[in-house]
C-alpha cells in the first residue's frame, strides 16, 4: 500500500503514513455565492497529533484512502 506524507508540528519533521490510516476530506464554502472546495487527507501520527495534508483534485482523485463521511 502506498504511504501519505505529513509534516508532524509537534516533531517538527515529516511523518510518513500509510493510507489505509488516513482519510480524504473535502472542505466547502459558499463564497459571494460560489461554493468552493478544498481537498485534504487527514490522518494521526503515533504520539496523537492530529496531520492535515491539503492537496489539488487531481492528486486527491488519486489517493486510496477511504473517504470520511
Known sequence: ???QKFYNVKKRESVTI???KCTKVIYSKTVAGKVQERYAVRAKDDDGTNLTRFMSKKD???AKCPTAK
Open 1 to 3: 500500500m502506498a504511504a
Open 18 to 20: 500509510d493510507e489505509g
Open 60 to 62: 486527491f482523485d488519486a
